[in-house]
């Protein structure tokens, strides 16, 4: 059978959101990047750990991401690339929303990963942030003493939205208590920069092909949430870095939902997708 159960406490929340009973929490927009790389194994993907102690998908691998701060959306930056009038278009979102998604997507990248899609023109990109004082940054950006904004601005960098292209759109089922709404883009991981481990809501990192990762989650090894296994299943596809950024995407909204089957609910989305099950 299709889809997730839902046992316990979840289930009666379930129930009740069907019945009426209690309003689902509003989703938070947020990004996530999937960051490639090309060895001689072929296409690879960057995926972290959440800790188990994390209150929305502990212990899940997942692509670095987080939600939008509200100094994402109007807080003027060198820009390079789309505008994020073109990424609204994209993401059905309005303009400011997109900027916001855009901005949250390269800064929630280089929290989680250290990978910087910015640099000092619009034709360049930072080649090195192992640095201490890009580390002090990042903690920085992280404890939200310093804006991204503010970020980019004392560094004099540009943001380069062009190394970005658009992926998918999830958005958290109703019965989860957090909620997101989600952008996923895919970006190449710049020439001469490295991730590393960089410890916050992570404790494990790993670069694996799309291919390894779900054979790992379908033997139990590791834990995908279903928009991770459905991206990594696309991304399975192609070899080369290059072939998934200049993919002809339709971005289409997905949102798991909550359902009775056989007297039991469930979490399923309108395809019956199996969420990695086999």
């Known amino acids: 059978m299709g889809g997730i159960p839902l046992p316990g406490e979840l289930g009666e929340r379930a129930r009740d959101i069907l019945a009426g009973r209690v309003a689902p929490v509003p989703a938070r927009d947020a990004a996530t990047v999937v960051v490639l790389r090309e060895e001689a194994g072929g296409l690879e993907v960057y995926l972290l750990r959440r800790k188990a102690s994390m209150a929305f998908a502990a212990g899940a691998y997942v692509f670095p991401g987080g939600s939008v701060d509200p100094r994402d959306t109007d807080q003027v930056i060198d820009w390079a690339g789309p505008p994020p009038a073109a990424w609204g278009e994209i993401f059905r979102a309005d303009e400011q929303t997109a900027r916001g998604l855009v901005c949250a997507a390269v800064r929630e990248t280089f929290e989680e990963s250290g990978v910087l899609l910015a640099g000092p023109s619009a034709e360049s990109v930072v080649s090195d942030t192992t640095g201490d004082d890009w580390e002090a940054d990042r903690l920085a950006?992280?404890?939200?003493?310093?804006?991204?904004?503010?970020?980019?601005?004392?560094?004099?960098?540009?943001?380069?939205?062009?190394?970005?292209?658009?992926?998918?759109?999830?958005?958290?089922?109703?019965?989860?208590?957090?909620?997101?709404?989600?952008?996923?883009?895919?970006?190449?991981?710049?020439?001469?920069?490295?991730?590393?481990?960089?410890?916050?809501?992570?404790?494990?990192?790993?670069?694996?092909?799309?291919?390894?990762?779900?054979?790992?989650?379908?033997?139990?090894?590791?834990?995908?949430?279903?928009?991770?296994?459905?991206?990594?299943?696309?991304?399975?596809?192609?070899?080369?870095?290059?072939?998934?950024?200049?993919?002809?995407?339709?971005?289409?909204?997905?949102?798991?939902?909550?359902?009775?089957?056989?007297?039991?609910?469930?979490?399923?989305l309108d395809d019956d997708y199996r969420f990695g099950a086999r």
């Open 141 to 268: 950006l992280i404890g939200k003493t310093l804006s991204f904004a503010g970020f980019l601005g004392r560094r004099g960098l540009v943001l380069r939205s062009d190394l970005l292209r658009p992926w998918a759109h999830w958005i958290t089922p109703e019965v989860e208590t957090r909620r997101f709404d989600t952008r996923f883009f895919v970006a190449a991981l710049p020439a001469g920069q490295l991730t590393r481990d960089v410890g916050g809501e992570a404790d494990q990192v790993v670069w694996i092909r799309p291919a390894d990762a779900l054979d790992q989650g379908g033997t139990g090894q590791i834990f995908l949430m279903p928009p991770t296994h459905r991206t990594l299943t696309e991304l399975s596809a192609y070899g080369k870095v290059p072939e998934a950024l200049a993919a002809e995407r339709e971005i289409v909204t997905f949102m798991p939902k909550i359902a009775e089957v056989d007297g039991e609910m469930r979490i399923v």
